[in-house]
Structures are given as structure tokens and as C-alpha cells.
């Protein structure tokens, strides 16, 4: 594709932090590069724990696996969604309970979630999609008095608020995904974030193989030793250093999303008009991050339509999930396609454009000016 769908953006800090990493000697997890990105992380998102994983999808997991849960209780998430909010539920061993989405944000929608709740709800996982806040308020009055975790997957949403607090730190826990695709990248990662200080020394076991090897690296106890279940799910150096350069510059890069994702919503307001697509809804106690860009087109013929259209013209325009319940494994759970028609009928719809920080002018309005070339022909 001549305009990818997107692409990381690397400033040459990386190439210093790199070359220092390297010639440390220490390459594996907990080292100095993990610990200052970390600290950066506490810093800029208002947080006490931040821990640094090798990705979000094993960030989800640790958050499972700290439920304290019994076998078969159940976690509420949206269907629309990727695998790994669904996987990290099986993997602890809980039955991920599908969610309908609010077709305005491609959210959970809470009135379903308020039906789903039973006496055998663990957790919910509230995904932050395209970096555009849950509605967290009324997450919060469903789970008053219950005993129910909050597990936030801000996959999407580093740098992105709701009601001024940071996505990732509203709930009980929280993670965040650095993938080469997200606005602050580092190849792979994630973080686990928590103001819990219970969780929090619980989780830095689970990181590192079910060992209180953290507590040793800190000098709390003289020799380190297995004491509960865990896995290895520690960020290395190299990466990490990555990582601690990208932070530095993730308002700049946020911030350059925002120009080309208020760019296409002023230019496609005409075709929104004349009904020919819908344009994402940012809610007014969401500040976004802009971690992507879609648009929802009148049925799946059209959103094909357009998107072979724009990819023969060297777009990389694409769909987004397909969702869980009525994937494969999400059969096996037990679902069908009909349970849940507005994420089936939504995910059909969607249609993802171009959207990366140093996407250059001329390319995004080429990429609008062949959606209206497009929509003269249908
Ligand atoms: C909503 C959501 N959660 C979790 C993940 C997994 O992130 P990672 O690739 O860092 O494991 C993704 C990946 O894009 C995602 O979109």
C-alpha cells in the first residue's frame, strides 16, 4: 500500500537508548531502562503502580489471574473486541460473558451489561476502543456495593482521558498495549497499572515466574525464591528503552493524530450529511487520543465497496474485528451470530482509514478526495 493503515514513528532518542542498552550488558527485564520508563509512566499517568510487560495481552492475564476468582465465574466484556480480552479470561480459568456495543462509540453498551451481571460476575473489562473512554460513570453506579473488579483494556488508549483521569488508571487495574500499531510503541509491550498496593506487589510475582525476584532486585529480602503461581511477563531492556524514548514525545504524537483525525471529520461532515457514512462520536467527558480513525458505512456491501476501492488505489483502508462471540471459539462458548446483532450488524460497517502521526498532508486529503470520488459512483 502507498499510504499504510498505519506506522510507527521512531525518533532517533531510540537509536541513543538503543546503543546504551546494548552496550550495558543488561538485556534482560527490571533493568534501568524498564525502571525509568516506568517511572515516567507513574508520572505522567497519575498512577502508583505502573509494570512494564512483554504485552498488553499478557497485561490482561496478570489482571486475571490477580481476580482470586474460582473456576467458572464469569467476566463481563464487549464482543468487539481482539482475542486477547477474551483469551486472558480462559486462561485464568473464568467464562468471558459477550457484551453488546453502544453503536455511537463502539463501547460496551452498559444497559447490557447491566443485564449480564450475576452473583457469579468477577470482573468487567471495559474496552476503551480507538482511545475513546468508556462510559465509566455508569460502569461505576452498576458495580456499587458489588463485589465486582473493574479491568480496564486500554489497549488504545495511552495518553487519552476520561473526566481528566488517564484511561488505564480508573479502574481496580488497567493495561495499556505499546504494539508497533498504538500511538507510544516499542515493537511489543504492554503495562499493568493498579493504585493498589496489594495487586501491585502480587502482580511484580506473577511478572517474573511466581517469584519475589522484585522484592530481592530492591533489596527487601537477601535471596529470592518461588512463592505462588506466575509466568514470564517482564518487558526486556531493549525493548524498554524503546519505550522510554517514545514516552517522552507521546503528547507531540497524540497531538499530530488529532490534526489528521479532526481533519477527516471536517472534511467528510458533507457525506455524513447526505447519509452516505457516520462519523465516531467523542463524548463530551472524553479527551481522545485519536489512536484511530473509522467510519461506519450504510450496510457491510457498501463498507466493501469502499474499502476495495480505496485499497486499489493504494489506500490501506480495513474492517475492524470480527467479532468474538461469533468467531470459532466464541461458537464453542456456546454463541451465535444472533445474540448480538448490533456488533455484528456495527463490525460489518466499520471501516478504518490511514491515521499515524507522520501521515503527510497530501496523503490524507488524497484519502478523502477518493472516498468522495468513490461516492459518486454508488
Ligand atoms: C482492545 C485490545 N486489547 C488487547 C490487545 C492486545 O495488545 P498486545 O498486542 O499489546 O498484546 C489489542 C491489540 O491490538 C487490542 O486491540
Not at 552496550?23 to 512494564?52: M, Q
Not at 472534511?267 to 455524513?272: F, P, V, Y
Not at 480495513?318 to 444472533?338: M, N, R, V
Request: aromatic fraction near 8%; include cysteine.
Amino acid at each position: 500500500m502507498r499510504i499504510p493503515l498505519s506506522k510507527p514513528h521512531i525518533p532517533k532518542k531510540v537509536f541513543e537508548n538503543i546503543n546504551e542498552v546494548l552496550s550495558s550488558g543488561k538485556l534482560s527485564g527490571d533493568g534501568f531502562f524498564c525502571h525509568s520508563a516506568e517511572e515516567k509512566f507513574r508520572n505522567k499517568l497519575k498512577i502508583k503502580n505502573a509494570l512494564l510487560t512483554s504485552s498488553c495481552t499478557h497485561a490482561l492475564e496478570m489482571s486475571m489471574l490477580l481476580l482470586d476468582a474460582k473456576e467458572n465465574d464469569e467476566v463481563i466484556l464487549p464482543s468487539f473486541t481482539f482475542t486477547s480480552t477474551a483469551n486472558a479470561v480462559l486462561v485464568a480459568g473464568l467464562k468471558p460473558i459477550f457484551c453488546e456495543i453502544d453503536p455511537q462509540t463502539m463501547n460496551m453498551d452498559m444497559n447490557d451489561v447491566a443485564k449480564k451481571i450475576t452473583h457469579k460476575t468477577k470482573a468487567i473489562i471495559p474496552v476503551h476502543y480507538a482511545g475513546v473512554a468508556c462510559d465509566m460513570e455508569s460502569l461505576f453506579s452498576l458495580c456499587e456495593g458489588q463485589n465486582i473488579m473493574i479491568v480496564e483494556d486500554a489497549a488504545h488508549g495511552i495518553g487519552a482521558k476520561w473526566k481528566g483521569k488517564s484511561l488505564g488508571t480508573i479502574g481496580h487495574m488497567g493495561t495499556l498495549s505499546f504494539h508497533d500499531t498504538k500511538n507510544v510503541i516499542c515493537g511489543e509491550g504492554g503495562a499493568f497499572l493498579t493504585n493498589n498496593e496489594f495487586l501491585a506487589d502480587k502482580a511484580q510475582i506473577i511478572r517474573e515466574k511466581g517469584t519475589n525476584r522484585s522484592q530481592f532486585l530492591r533489596g527487601q529480602v537477601d535471596k529470592y525464591t518461588w512463592v505462588e503461581k506466575g509466568s514470564s511477563y517482564i518487558l526486556a531492556e531493549p525493548l524498554a528503552a524503546i519505550l522510554s524514548a517514545e514516552i517522552d514525545i507521546m503528547d507531540e504524537l497524540n497531538a499530530k493524530r488529532g490534526v489528521i483525525h479532526n481533519y477527516y471529520m471536517e472534511q467528510l461532515h458533507d457525506l455524513e450529511q447526505k447519509e452516505i457514512l457516520a462519523l465516531p462520536k467523542i463524548p463530551h467527558y472524553c479527551d481522545s487520543n485519536y489512536h484511530l480513525f473509522y467510519i461506519i458505512l450504510k450496510n457491510e456491501d457498501a463498507r466493501n465497496s469502499l474499502m476495495s476501492y480505496l485499497r486499489a488505489r493504494g489506500i490501506g483502508a480495513t474492517f475492524h474485528y470480527i467479532p468474538l462471540h461469533s468467531a470459532p471459539a466464541g461458537e464453542c462458548l456456546g454463541y451465535k451470530k444472533e445474540h448480538l446483532p448490533i456488533t455484528e450488524e456495527y463490525s460489518k460497517r466499520l471501516l478504518r482509514l490511514p491515521l499515524f502521526p507522520d501521515l503527510i498532508q497530501d496523503d490524507y486529503s488524497y484519502v478523502v478526495e477518493e472516498i468522495f470520488n468513490w461516492s459518486k459512483t454508488i
